[in-house]
T-cell receptor, first 109, second 114 residues
Framework: KNEVEQSPQNLTAQEGEFITINCSYSVGISALHWLQQHPGGGIVSLFMLSSGKKKHGRLIATINIQEKHSSLHITASHPRDSAVYICAVVRGAGNQFYFGTGTSLTVIP | DTGVSQDPRHKITKRGQNVTFRCDPISEHNRLYWYRQTLGQGPEFLTYFQNEAQLEKSRLLSDRFSAERPKGSFSTLEIQRTEQGDSAMYLC????????????FGEGSRLTVL
């Protein structure tokens, strides 16, 4: 069983819809990251969370440490948001990253 | 410095050949990570370096795989006697040990073993 589980695996939305992607983990962590990966491989960091909530533009990320759960929300979704969104947890002395399998988002105009 | 760079971006090779990938991290970053990603999966940890020391290796890293970071700057990942199952995207990332952990990724090196 993967230590990091994401849902849904695939998501198709109409432009303008509010989107939620969920991440659950089963181990103690020092931080959680949300990453965005576009076709071709490049990965960029969206958020790093250790508690609470962060907002950047139309993106909001929350984490509940007690429940070992995080959510990524996209408000007013746009076709350019189409990408794979990956949740990654950080643990261990070496700050090891452990990744979920990603959620593939397609936003249709 | 424009970020983490990897070379080559794509490599097609025949089974049994050796391949080497290079990663140049962000210059002030002392931690360097190698990951492997197959289609539909998240990245899987292979190994990481702090400066020139290889501090951890995944059990995924068979004896056909070797990674080096001789001067604590760029790193190479070599795969000997490639197998079709080695076909994947090999991602390099770097960070600073004193940071709170943001990881900067390269564009990846895609390997296809025929």
């Amino acid at each position: 069983k993967n230590e990091v589980e994401q849902s849904p695996q695939n998501l198709t939305a109409q432009e303008g819809e509010f989107i939620t992607i969920n991440c659950s983990y089963s181990v103690g962590i020092s931080a959680l990251h949300w990453l965005q990966q576009h076709p071709g491989g490049g990965i960029v960091s969206l958020f790093m969370l250790s508690s609470g909530k962060k907002k950047h533009g139309r993106l909001i990320a929350t984490i509940n440490i007690q429940e070992k759960h995080s959510s990524l929300h996209i408000t007013a979704s746009h076709p350019r948001d189409s990408a794979v969104y990956i949740c990654a947890v950080v643990r261990g002395a070496g700050n090891q990253f452990y990744f979920g399998t990603g959620t593939s988002l397609t936003v249709i105009p | 410095d424009t970020g983490v760079s990897q070379d080559p971006r794509h490599k097609i090779t025949k089974r049994g050949q050796n391949v080497t990938f290079r990663c140049d991290p962000i210059s002030e970053h002392n931690r360097l990570y190698w990951y492997r990603q197959t289609l539909g999966q998240g990245p899987e940890f292979l190994t990481y370096f702090q400066n020139e020391a290889q501090l951890e290796k995944s059990r995924l890293l068979s004896d056909r795989f070797s990674a080096e970071r001789p001067k604590g700057s760029f790193s190479t990942l070599e795969i000997q006697r490639t197998e079709q199952g080695d076909s994947a995207m090999y991602l390099c990332a770097s960070s600073h040990a004193l940071s709170t952990g943001e990881l900067f990724f390269g564009e990846g090196s895609r390997l296809t073993v025929l």
